[in-house]
């Protein structure tokens, strides 16, 4: 069957610390992946995705950066957390035709 | 500019009775509109995709229709239960095919009462 995982699940982090959040997919073979993130109260923004390994494309500029190392996995990081940078991270992917979009169950991220 | 507009106030509604929410977008031209139900802490969960070329979708208790000359999708939720209190969000995929993206709206909340 077709699953995605998505770790950790909370993390508190100071000011300046690096990040890595990890996504990994299984079932499947060259998934779309997504990287969104809901800041409190808002709604989703999509930060970063990609068609294949090594590809990214970014939507939005900022502290944040993105990678495909493997097909199935997904990788979410910065070097230095800024205080904007708390919110809900979501890690999705497109499994096509009428089925939609499948997302993990997030990471909350709380930078202090 | 590009905008998906879904109201902000929360949808009250008592159970039994159907829920209307409203997704209106601007400047986009998406292959597919797509909703989404969101629980508290947890990611968006899919509900129902509809076309551009289709008018209305069905799926048990919830309906779709998409009007692409208004730019505007209503969802109905029929015979509503408590257990449907959550937000919804609209979505629309847009880009060529292979490299398409879901843009959300701001989503709506509602709240179905015993």
């Known amino acids: 069957s077709q699953t995605i995982h998505q770790w950790p699940a909370t993390l508190v982090q100071p000011v300046g610390s690096p990040l890595s959040l990890e996504c990994t997919v299984e079932?499947?073979?060259?998934?779309?992946l997504y990287w969104y993130r809901q800041a409190a109260g808002r709604g989703l923004q999509l930060l970063f995705y990609s068609v294949g390994i090594g590809q990214i494309s970014s939507e939005v500029p900022q502290n944040l950066s993105a990678s495909r190392p493997q097909d199935r996995q997904f990788i979410l990081s910065s070097k230095k957390l800024l205080l904007s940078d708390s919110g809900f991270y979501l890690c999705?992917?497109?499994?096509?035709?009428?089925?939609?979009?499948?997302f993990g169950s997030g990471t909350r991220l709380t930078v202090v | 500019s590009q905008k998906i507009e879904q109201n902000s106030e929360a949808l009250n509604i008592q159970e039994g009775k159907t829920a209307t929410l409203t997704c209106n977008y601007t400047n986009y031209s998406p292959a597919y509109l797509q909703w989404y139900r969101q629980d508290p802490g947890r990611g968006p969960v899919f509900l129902l995709l509809?076309?551009?070329?289709?008018k209305e979708k069905r799926k048990e208790r919830l309906k779709v229709t998409f009007d692409t000359t208004l730019k505007q999708s209503l969802f109905h939720i029929t015979a509503s239960q408590p257990a449907d209190s959550a937000t919804y969000l609209c979505?629309?995929?847009?880009?060529?095919?292979?490299?398409?993206?879901?843009?959300f709206g701001t989503g709506t909340r509602l709240l179905v009462s015993p």
């Open positions: 079932g499947t073979s060259n998934p779309n």
């Open positions: 999705a992917w497109k499994i096509g035709g009428s089925y939609g979009y499948t």
């Open positions: 509809i076309r551009e070329n289709e």
């Open positions: 979505a629309l995929d847009i880009g060529r095919t292979g490299f398409q993206k879901l843009v």
